[in-house]
């Protein structure tokens, strides 16, 4: 298995190729922007390995990585965490409903209004980026299994 800093350098690494792809295709400058962002985030703080207690996403939390304890509670390390598709949408959900939680804190302690609609022009993009380093972590972590199965038949 790879570890959490190759995955990070492969994620990031090929960050430049993706925005290039993605302007080469026509996108415009603020959803490659919007993109970008999602995909550091997405790098960074969303790892699949969200399902171990201690991994390198985790202790990027820092003082909140304590609300990631749930999550590795609820998924065992490289169950459907690390399936393609819905892996990242496990995590994409579990931030949503964190947020949401705090967002309604924040209503009824203080007032602070929920908005009012999404803004999907932005909201696609960020999605898009927050989704592709995730699916690169799960597509290097088969490479490198399959690879070492080959190996090891020689
Ligand atoms: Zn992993």
């Known amino acids: 298995m790879p570890r959490g800093k190759a995955h990070l350098a492969f994620e990031l ?5 993706w925005v290039a792809l993605g302007a080469a295709a026509g996108a415009d400058r603020a959803p490659l922007l919007f993109f970008t962002g999602g995909y550091i985030v997405g790098s ?3 790892s699949p390995d969200l399902d171990l ?3 390198d996403a985790s202790r990027r939390w820092r003082g909140a990585r304590f609300l990631w304890r749930p999550y590795a509670a609820l998924f065992r ?3 459907i965490s690390h399936s393609l ?4 949408l496990t995590r994409v959900l579990y931030l ?3 947020g949401g939680l705090g967002w309604g804190l924040l209503h009824v302690v203080g007032g602070v209004p929920f908005p009012r609609a999404i803004p999907w022009g932005s909201a696609l993009p960020v999605l898009g980026g927050l989704y592709l380093p995730q699916l690169l972590h799960v597509a290097l972590d088969r490479t490198v299994t399959f690879g070492k199965r080959i190996l090891r038949r020689g």
């Open 13 to 17: 690494g090929t960050l430049p190729g």
């Open 44 to 46: 960074l703080f969303l």
């Open 53 to 55: 207690v201690r991994s």
């Open 77 to 79: 390390h490289r169950g």
């Open 85 to 88: 598709f819905l892996g990242p």
């Open 96 to 98: 949503a409903a964190l």
